[in-house]
């Protein structure tokens, strides 16, 4: 509660000094006296935002220091978790708020003492103290805000929240499921292309590198005979079989040159490494002639060998233009299409879990609302007692004042203890109405 109220240059306000006592305390004064403005310093302390016209005429900045009682336990650690998060010291059991309003410059605003944005305000105001103004009485004529006030008046207000919460789990829950159901067919039609694209991929058999290796083979059979000729060419100029009746200058000569330097060896062999390197090349020279005239030997024009690469080459490139633009990213693409179908097949297994998950939902929910249905019940009656007990201090013994709690049965609602299922908002299974006659 407002415990005091310092107002300087507010509108005709010069100075004002109010402690308040506990109870009731009655502002009273003629027109215009300013008795609004008092209220008006209020809200302007609690929302830190005035229009600079609000300052007294020939003053160039008005203060505003409230000091606060700290609510109830109820909104006690909730505030005090708030304001020491903001690094505001709340040893004590109440706050002081000021507000300087500058016609030139910000405004100013401190919790005990320590300056904070406008926004803090607006948090804590709401837990400190309620203001009313004038036809603000009203909105008990509202039906929408009854059950706001009886879970008010009935502490049930953290309760609620928690079923809301529930609520709009189970709402996340439902419209999963109606996003699964509604994509049905899209995903029966998915399955499919995705099944039709694995097989196509799958029967091909790519190997990763392959086209390189068909391209060479390509090049190869394209060029056979040219090949063929080139390296006979090279052999005959290597070495010839003695059948052959002619003799391969290069080999016969570099045998002559070993065969003479192996006798120079045998006299000085400080040539014997110089005849190592003659033998090494010579047998190299050997092994090289064997492997082209075995390369010569394999060669062969195959058109029916030519026409398969060129097949296999034309399916790797259909397969590059659907899915990527080597063989890696086609492998790539089917490792992802297979873990699509993988999600697409479990999507009926998701549905049953939701399903599940829903029904254990609805039920925690039916326990929530028959608690919240019960403590709003008893609060009900207390708070008919109440008002009757008023109105007959107020002689309008007369005038009859009831709470009407319903429910309403609907399929597919939440259970509550008894088996029935009842229709539900965020707030509950109950609706609140404030009735007078």
Known sequence: MLLEL??????????????????????????????????????????????????????????????????????ARQLRDFLVEKGIDVSEDSLVISCDLKRQGRSVIRINGNAVPRAVLHQIGRL???????????????????????????????????????????????????????????????????????DEISRAKLRDGEEVELEQERNVLASAEKLKALSYEAYQALYRDDSSGASAPALDRMNEAMTALRRLVELDPSLSQQLSYLEETVYGLEEAAREIRSYGERLEHSPQRQEEVESRLELIRTLKRKYGQNIADVLSYAQKAEKELENITHSTERREELEQAGKGLKAEMGQMAAELSQARSGAARKLVAEVRKELHDLSMSQVEFQVSIAQQEAEGGIPLPGGKTYAFSNEGVDVVEFLAS
């Open 6 to 75: 310092k107002v300087r240059n507010l509108g005709i306000i010069e100075s004002i000094d109010w402690s308040l006592r506990g109870g009731l305390n009655v502002i009273t004064g003629e027109t215009g006296a300013g008795k609004s403005l008092v209220i008006d310093a209020v809200e302007t302390l609690l929302e830190g935002k005035a229009d600079e016209e609000v300052i007294r005429h020939g003053s160039d900045e008005a203060r505003i220091e409230g000091v606060f009682s700290l609510p109830s336990k109820k909104n």
């Open 128 to 198: 400190l103290i309620d203001i009313h103004g004038q036809s603000e009485h009203l909105s008990l004529y509202d039906r929408k805000y009854h059950l706001e006030f009886l879970d008010a008046y009935a502490h049930t207000t953290e309760l609620r929240n928690s079923f809301s919460a529930k609520a709009a789990e189970l709402a996340k829950m439902e419209q999963e499921l109606k996003s699964l159901a509604e994509e049905e067919k899209d995903r029966a039609r998915r399955e499919e292309f995705l099944r039709f694209q694995l």
